[in-house]
């Protein structure tokens, strides 16, 4: 009983979904708006939505900001909530908020293998650019 509650087990750990990435950026005039604060915005405004696995969601995803390029980097995953799915809310809500948004699945994001502690890019041309380096970029 106990070989076959493990093999069962083992089998649920070994199937999760690969993660993508999710590139999300809202605007509101010149100001970009965090896509982790879309929900609170929302109650704030008066709306209300019944989806509240998004909301959980965001308040455990891995988020990450890319400030010169004003927009956000969001993990997503068929088992939790899948890109299509985050780009129907940040949509949804951005028309409710009278905001300025692009949501879309990185569909080429892929690491190069190769990174470059000091200027923290994954760039196999980086070792190239020491200039960049000399300038502290």
């Known amino acids: 009983m106990r070989i076959s509650s493990a093999i069962s087990l083992a089998s649920l750990v070994g199937a999760t979904a690969p993660l993508s990435d999710t590139i999300v ?14 929900p609170q915005l929302l109650v704030n405004a008066g709306h209300s939505f019944t989806d509240r696995s998004i909301v959980s969601f965001l308040y455990t995803a ?6 010169y390029v004003h927009s956000q980097v969001v993990k997503t995953s068929s088992n939790t909530i899948d890109s299509d799915t985050l780009c129907d809310f940040v949509s949804t809500a951005s028309v409710k908020l ?19 502690s000091d200027l ?10 020491k200039h960049l380096k000399w300038m502290e970029m």
């Open 62 to 67: 891995d988020v990450t900001t890319l400030g």
């Open 120 to 129: 923290h890019v994954d760039d196999p041309g980086a070792a190239y650019q």
């Open 25 to 38: 950026s809202i605007k509101s005039g010149s100001d970009d708006v965090d896509v982790r604060h879309l």
């Open 98 to 116: 009278g905001l300025q948004a692009d949501c879309g699945e990185d569909a080429d994001g892929e690491s190069f293998g190769h990174f470059d």
